[in-house]
């Protein structure tokens, strides 16, 4: 096996299939492991290039295989999927990993370290809750509404809707019994929810960069924390290239010469992206023109707004605001606010 100079992984559950080749791209081996089996392997080799598809759990492998001398390379899904032939099997993808890894312009993604997986570890379960609530809270008002219980949408309009369920002499108790299972699961994440954001509140205030990152407008304590635990700023070349990495820049879709850009790709992580889009829509909530000094409203923000929709203005926004966060990160500088605009 001296002769491989690159292994690529197609990894799973139980089962890792690898295709190594030579100095000339052929296939020398091709094989099925079992993960007990992995750590051997590779401790046989002398160094070489491994492929793996970036997922949840190559961050482990990566760690683990750069321990034994090896050079990792974590490659996008995406960039992968074009090489894989016709039919899709474990060995066509190992395969495809390998021909995507020998593209010498290929897009990789940095190897994360054990600390900075278990720093966004938390965020991560604060999302899971988030979206736990919100099902429960749709479903509460989803049975209720069927016995004629209707409430605003907000946290004082689920507080009226439960207290009418409470009082509603007509509502048949086996729907009042299930409503309050409901509503105990509600209460339940939610003090959940206060713990984990009292933890998070407690190392936004610990972490120097994320305090600076949220003197942005539209940049709280969350998203100052999502940006610093799960970005790696230095593998981008600049803040437009970091807008695009977030799926804020127009797709193309340019030929002949003529330039036709559409919606936004909404490629990359799709979780930053949304909190940008949120904190923009936040700032553009209170963007008047007789509150602009007060709130640091800028000049270009007004006039976009009297020209276009708002929605559109907050993805634009969400796109400036991606550029400033990549400008402080990288020059270590802070936030300077643009001179407002005149009431």
């Known amino acids: 096996m001296s002769e491989i100079t690159r292994v690529a992984i197609d990894t799973s559950k139980s089962v890792f299939t690898i295709h190594a080749v030579d100095a000339r791209d052929r296939a020398v081996l091709r094989r099925n492991l079992r993960r007990s089996e992995v750590t051997e392997f590779f401790n046989k080799l002398p160094p070489v290039e491994v492929a793996i598809e970036a997922c949840g759990a190559s961050h482990h ?18 960039y992968v999927k074009p090489f894989v032939k016709r039919g899709k099997n474990d060995r066509n993808d190992a395969e495809a990993i390998s021909e995507a890894a020998a593209r010498p312009g290929m897009s990789t993604v940095a190897v994360k370290s054990a ?11 604060r999302e899971l809750l988030v979206r736990q609530r919100t099902q429960l809270i749709n479903a509460l008002r989803g049975h209720a509404a069927e016995f004629g219980l209707v409430r605003p949408i907000g946290g004082k309009g ?8 409470a009082t509603d002499a007509t509502l048949p108790a086996p729907a009042a019994e299930a409503l309050a299972i409901l509503g105990g699961e509600i209460d339940r994440i939610e003090a959940r929810l206060a713990v984990a954001d009292a933890k998070l509140l407690a ?29 790696d700023f230095t593998q981008f070349k600049s803040g437009r290239h970091f807008a695009a990495w977030l799926g804020l820049t127009p797709r193309d879709h340019s030929t002949g ?9 909404r490629a990359g992580n799709e979780g930053l992206r949304q909190l940008l889009v949120l904190g923009a829509t936040a700032v553009i909530r209170f963007a008047k023109p007789e509150h602009a000094k007060r709130a640091r409203i800028s000049a270009w923000l007004l006039a976009l707004l009297e020209r276009r929709p708002r929605k559109l203005c907050a993805v634009a926004l969400a796109n400036k605001m991606a550029r400033i966060i990549w400008a402080m990160m990288t020059r270590g500088e802070a936030y300077r606010p643009p001179a407002p605009a005149q009431a």
């Open 257 to 265: 010469g003529r330039q036709r850009l559409g919606g936004i790709t």
């Open 203 to 231: 190392r936004h205030k610990a972490t120097p960069e994320s305090q600076m990152l949220a003197e942005v407008p539209g940049i709280g304590p969350i998203s100052a924390l999502n940006m610093v635990a799960r970005v």
């Open 158 to 165: 689920l507080a009226a809707l439960r207290a009418d369920i």
């Open 115 to 125: 600390t900075q997986q278990a720093a966004a570890m938390l965020l991560s379960v």
């Open 61 to 78: 492998w990566g760690r683990s295989l750069q321990a034994m001398g090896h050079k990792v390379r974590l490659i996008p899904a995406q």
